[in-house]
Antibody, heavy 123, light 110 residues
Framework: EVQLLESGGGLVQPGGSLRLSCAAS????????MSWVRQAPGKGLEWVSA????????YYADSVKGRFTISRDNSKNTLHLEMNSLRAEDTAVYYC????????????????WGQGTLVTVSS | QSALTQPASLSGSPGQSITISCTGT?????????VSWYQQHPGKAPKLMIY???NRPSGVSDRFSGSKSGNTASLTISGLQAEDEADYYC??????????FGTGTKVTVL
């Protein structure tokens, strides 16, 4: 059974940093691209970042480029999102998602999602 | 990258069919066959219903179907059921090598 479990969310002050993790199980992790999608309270979905199965290629939304870094450790089946220079508008539930097939990398087509972790940026 | 445009809300009676539109540009929806659709119930993670315009993941009811014409993609729900009441989002690959989601549609079953 595929499972994705996010962790690392919490309350952080503006300008601060946070590292999210997503522990994956139930599939061959290195085969599939992974992505992060966020949802601000009461708002819609926003694509944040994606990483290829090998970890060589990474992609970012303009809203987070230069501040967020996506990475993965295929030996530990774990996905990360390093978030720096956090702003109030980064407040959201952050989901990790597994790509639906091997050819999907950037397209927002995730067939399995975690339960989400809440990041609150506030002083 | 601007969000794709969806109607804010749609409603239908049980058994009816409804179609949700998702309008983008030639740089996203119109340019690639990488359009997806998600269903999201309150407090839950999104569920993939359609990918690559018209493909259904295993386990998704065949009452859900997807299509695309030009810069507009569509999700049709046939035989509307009470459990279909949810928010629906489209998504697409973009020419900027990013992803983008739609504004979301709240579907109400009357």
């Amino acid at each position: 059974e595929v499972q994705l479990l996010e962790s690392g969310g919490g309350l952080v002050q503006p300008g601060g940093s946070l590292r999210l993790s997503c522990a994956a199980s139930g599939f061959t992790f290195s085969t599939y691209a992974m992505s992060w999608v966020r949802q601000a309270p009461g708002k819609g979905l926003e694509w944040v970042s994606a990483i290829s199965g090998s970890g060589v290629s990474t992609y970012y939304a303009d809203s987070v480029k230069g501040r967020f870094t996506i990475s993965r450790d295929n030996s530990k089946n774990t996905l990360h999102l390093e978030m720096n220079s956090l702003r109030a508008e980064d407040t959201a539930v952050y989901y990790c998602a597994k790509a639906v097939n091997e050819r999907t990398v950037v397209a927002p087509a995730g067939d399995y999602w975690g339960q989400g972790t809440l990041v609150t940026v506030s002083s | 990258q601007s969000a794709l445009t969806q109607p804010a809300s749609l409603s239908g009676s049980p058994g009816q069919s409804i179609t949700i539109s998702c309008t983008g540009t030639s740089s996203d929806v119109g340019g690639y066959n990488y359009v997806s659709w998600y269903q999201q119930h309150p407090g839950k993670a999104p569920k993939l219903m359609i990918y690559e315009v018209s493909n259904r993941p295993s386990g998704v009811s065949d009452r859900f179907s997807g299509s695309k014409s030009g810069n507009t993609a569509s999700l049709t729900i046939s035989g509307l059921q009470a459990e279909d009441e949810a928010d629906y989002y489209c998504g697409s690959y973009t020419s900027s090598t990013t992803g983008v989601f739609g504004t979301g549609t709240k579907v109400t079953v009357l």
